[in-house]
């Protein structure tokens, strides 16, 4: 065994670049599949097409399912011999490796290999993150349990398409007669090719003054100032273009651009959702340490291959800002060249212990000043749930508080909070020739609350 490691990892490859995609709800087959689809060049294969195959009671889609279904669709499956060795092979060839390892009781879960070195095995799971080692050992002892299942996909062999008589199929040309304001508008734009940028404004504003009413010299002009870096002015062209024509897609476009450059994320997913832009292509969360991609994932609600409108990002943003196992996180949209957008997430989580003198500092001091001490302990279960509690000794004000917050408690949308608290107040009610009159206050509560962001406003 020893031996057969050792030689195993004498093999040791990089991790492949495969993309990463989360799952949903039961759906780590069909994330695992997507996966190795997006690898191999489908760019935007979605993990929601697998989402009929699911067998609610098995809580997964079967092995030989998903086999079947993959090669249905034209790609070619095949199977490995169940060795490290075999493994490492097909990862240094190139050729990422889905396999199955339990999961929680008799259940098992697919996950993507996509390198083997010299700390193990990394995997893509698409219920905890992407690029997780696995010790060898402890890896091989998980796949020996599934029986050292795998499934190869490699892309289908695409058949050239040609006409009956050899010739490759031809687009049949159209032409509609262009109206006047078009015919200005195409000799100024050649004029500015010729001429440059610099003359931009002065032929724009010739073909303006003969069609005073069209939206298209306008949105040309706020083109040439985006491309000059003149964000606000191309966003002000944009919009004058926009009254003339609410339908303009290019001044649509430009003003969406525009407003991206100025860091108005929102303004601009509002431009571009009216041309039916951005599309999401992945969603990358950064930091996390305790909490599953998967939880935070379905808490944003942003799936790939979906519209990404502002209010859709808006109410991921305020809800990322509710999560109880994170101390800073930031939401961010990247845009694509192909109309699709990558949205950026970096969650930095909560410390179980300051860390550094200067916090542990800053902690002793509060603790002092405020007589009071608390903790906030992040749970093991990957779900984002965190423990705390809080001890206040000051004289005749003493307080004691537990906690539990969670997201997303069995599937439920929101962020779930128990709390129970005891505090005792005492105030001076009055006054005698030896002392004052006290009063003593002492409250009780406990409380089930849960929240959630229904819209972006």
């Not at 092995?63 to 669709?73: G, I, Q, T």
């Not at 289908?156 to 262009?178: C, Q, W, Y």
């Not at 990322?320 to 961010?332: C, I, N, Q, T, V």
Request: proline content about 5%.
């Amino acid at each position: 065994m020893i031996a057969t490691l050792v030689a195993a990892l004498s093999l040791a490859s990089s991790a492949i670049d495969v993309p990463y995609l989360p799952q949903t709800d039961a759906l780590c087959g069909g994330a695992a599949v997507a996966m190795v689809f997006r690898y191999w060049g489908d760019a935007h294969a979605d993990v929601q097409e697998f989402a009929s195959l699911v067998d609610r009671r098995a809580g997964g889609i079967a092995n030989d399912v998903l086999s079947d279904a993959v090669a249905k669709r034209g790609w070619r499956v095949g199977r490995m011999e169940g060795s490290l060795g075999a493994l490492t092979a097909r990862v240094r060839d190139g050729q990422p490796v889905i396999v199955l390892v339990p999961d929680r009781g008799n259940r098992y879960h697919y996950v993507v290999v996509t390198g083997v070195n010299e700390d193990g095995v990394i995997v893509h799971d698409p219920a905890w993150g992407p690029s997780r080692a696995i010790r060898a050992p402890d890896f091989e002892r998980a796949w020996r349990t599934a029986k050292f299942w795998s499934l190869i996909i490699m892309p289908p062999v695409a058949p050239a398409v040609v006409e009956a008589d050899g010739r490759t199929p031809a687009v049949e040309a159209t032409s509609t007669a262009p109206d006047r304001c078009d015919e200005v508008l195409s000799r100024a734009l050649a004029n500015i090719r010729e001429q440059g940028f610099d003359r931009a404004e002065m032929l724009l504003g010739e073909a303006r003054a003969q069609c005073p009413n069209a939206a298209g010299p306008l949105g040309e002009l706020s083109g040439v100032r985006f491309a000059q870096h003149r964000w606000a002015d191309a966003a002000a062209l944009a919009r004058d273009a926009l009254a003339r024509d609410p339908h303009d897609g290019y001044a649509l476009d430009v003003l969406g651009s525009s407003l991206f450059m100025q860091d108005d994320e929102v303004g601009a997913l509002r431009a571009w959702n009216r041309i039916e832009k951005s599309r999401v292509n992945l969603v990358r969360i950064d930091g996390l340490h305790h909490t599953r991609y998967q939880t935070i994932a379905e808490t944003l609600a942003i799936q790939p291959n979906r519209l990404l409108t502002a209010d859709v990002f808006e109410r991921a943003r305020r809800r990322l800002g509710e999560l109880p196992d994170h101390s800073a996180a930031r939401l961010a949209v990247r845009p694509e060249r192909d109309g699709f957008a990558t949205v950026d997430v970096v969650v930095a989580e909560r410390a179980t212990l300051p860390r550094g003198r200067a916090e542990w500092v800053d902690a002793a001091l509060r603790a002092g000043v405020d007589r009071e001490v608390g903790v906030a302990v992040p749970g093991t279960t990957g779900q984002g749930e965190v423990w705390s509690a809080s001890w206040r000794w000051w004289s005749h004000r003493p307080g004691v508080s537990i906690g539990f917050a969670a997201p997303r408690v069995h599937g439920l949308p929101g962020v779930w909070r128990v709390e129970g608290t005891w505090r005792s107040e005492t105030y001076a009610t009055g006054e005698t020739r030896l002392a004052s009159l006290l009063t003593r206050e002492r409250r009780t509560r406990a409380a089930l609350t849960v929240s959630d962001w229904l819209t972006g406003r």
